[in-house]
């Protein structure tokens, strides 16, 4: 017992000299930074000095010597010793003697002079004497700065310099003998004084240990560093609650005999990001996963109409391992409603505005974009409702679109103006021949032929720049026709596996209908106006069509959303008629973004008209079989197949009507 006390006993010694020995350091810190510096002596302080001990004549004060000998000729001007030293004594004459006499010098010393403030006079017969040569020379005299001297004292040489002067007394030696002593002797006294040293010491240290002042409380928690650690580390904490891992399974123990609850549903929830303080009476207007970080996805927001304070809008990044606040988030001046990782810088956001104006937000910076583009004509000042990044790691491009037909090609590093613009003009529109553009689409190893949808139903092809047979600008002759409302998205197939299929692109629209297309070829443009159909369409929705997308690892996988809630999932393989799963999201409000991680597809995010953005896991329907691209090629074949036999039906018929006419 006596044993464990005096451990216990010297370890609170040892905790008490900590904190008294942190007091004494603060107390250093604090004397020193209050201390003004030492003044040091000055040269006339020093020369006093000496004169006063030594006398004026044995100063050792260093002298000018004169470089200039007295004039042989009375009124020449002549210029005496200076006694100030230092650089500041110049000559004004600037002739320097080779050959000076001493003896004459003191001779031209010893006679009288009289001086006044133009010349000099010396009285004295004239007497011959020689003459030196002189030489007459030219030199720039510049007026250096006086050197600086450093001198130092005994307090400036121990300022800083510790000195253990603590000696240990013959008391300090003597008190563990007599405390083994009287352990030995009288177990119970010994006992006794442990336990009075172990208060007394619990008491000085508890008085060491001083609360804080509320001036000192507050300044601490309004630092700058503080708020940023406070963020950081709770973020940490946050993802690490999240986590969904069992910590105390037993893998000892049998399986459950009891299923999951989710056991045969072939699409899960996985989670549902909504923060109150960002998203509250926001809508979602654009999803994307980040190129990098398969755990991140960002979305875009509109304007929160009952907040005035609130920007207009927002962009949350947010982490499936931190579900209740967003990993970043980004304000913007108007609304956001476009937005896009760059898929060759993890850190890059780009966002297009309701005001035209295309905004980059960098991760490592603060709320407000590193780089925006301005509101001029040289770029955008419609609304920004695609965006797209195309080309390779060495040479990318970000291409946007507005609603005026007015297609622009921006450097990431250069936002002041685009590098190209682009008009999409129709001749063939009554009014006006700009082609209100709402979707934008290139496919894959694509960089100058793109696809967009319009708000008249019609998909045009356009180009970049002029190619063969094709000049830039929208391409008048092929009008891709099939829609009886605004198109509101547009998707072409990726180019994965061992068919290519890219020349297939899916489009929805606000007439609640899904069109499957097959692209024309650009080796051969056309020229005369042709009307494109569709090749399939999917009429199985109940209400608005807002997005659809391809699988990104399945051919004939594709998914869409609409304003029903629904989340609708297509396998073409297995049926053409009605989707493999249909799951309703949000019963109340409506679906607006759907987008596949860019990892495996086994992952979806959709945007909700509510602000809410949920995450669902699809799980073995991303997963191909090897003979799932021949199977997608006969479907493919048997839609074109029956366009055809349907258009030859049509066509007997009309041939039958106007044989019946006659």
Known sequence: MSAKLRDEIEAKRAKLQELRQARLNRQRNDTGRGQTPVKSPTQTDVNALLDSILGPGDSLTPR???????????????????????????????????????????????????????????????TPRFIPDLIDIQQELFELPPRERVTYNKEIQTADIESDTSTISDEEVRDPVFRDREATADPERALERLEEESAILDREIEEEIRDLTEEERTSILAAPEFLDFVEQSSKIVQRALNDNYDYIRD???????????????????VCAFWDERYCKNRSITDVDWSPKFPELSVASYNKNTAAVNEPDGIVAVWNLHLLERPEFVFHSQSDVLSVTFSPFHANLVFGGTYSGQILLWDTRSKH????????????????????????????????TSSTDGMVCSWLVDMLAQPQETLELVHVGHNKTGEVATTTLDFPDNETTAFWVGTEEGNIYQANRHDRAGAKAGLNQFDVYKGHA????????????????????????????????????????????????TPIYSFDEADDYVYDVKWHPAHPAVFAYVDGSGKFDLWNLNADTEVPVVSTTVSTEHAL???????????????????????????????????????????????????????SEVDSSRVLTSSANGR
């Open 64 to 126: 000018s010597p004169d470089l200039t000998p007295a004039s042989s000729v009375p009124g020449t001007p002549s210029f005496g010793h200076s006694d100030l030293p230092g650089p500041t004594s110049l000559r004004i004459s600037g002739r320097v003697s080779r050959i000076s006499s001493a003896g004459s010098d003191r001779a031209s010393l010893g006679a009288m002079v009289t001086q006044s403030a133009t010349e000099t006079i010396v009285d004295r017969p004239m």
């Open 251 to 269: 893998y000892t123990s049998g399986a459950k005999t009891g299923g999951d609850d989710s056991e045969g549903k072939r699409v899960k929830l």
């Open 368 to 399: 407000l974009p590193v780089l925006k583009t301005p509101l001029s004509a040289a770029g955008h000042t419609h609304p920004v409702y695609a965006m797209q990044m195309v080309g390779t790691q060495n040479a990318h491009n970000l291409i």
């Open 485 to 532: 409302g605004p198109i509101m998205g547009l998707n072409f197939h990726p180019l994965i596996g061992p068919v290519d299929f890219s020349d297939l692109f899916l489009t929805c629209s606000v007439d609640w209908t899904v069109k499957l297309w097959r692209a024309k070829s650009l080796a051969k443009p056309s020229t005369t106006t042709q009307t494109v």
């Open 592 to 646: 607006n973004k759907l987008q596949w991680d860019r990892k495996d597809g086994r992952r979806a995010i959709i945007g909700g008209n509510d602000g809410r953005l949920y995450v669902y896991d699809i799980g073995d329907i991303a997963i191909p079989r090897e003979t799932e691209w021949n199977d997608m090629q006969k479907t493919v074949a048997g839609f074109v197949g029956g366009q055809t036999s349907g």
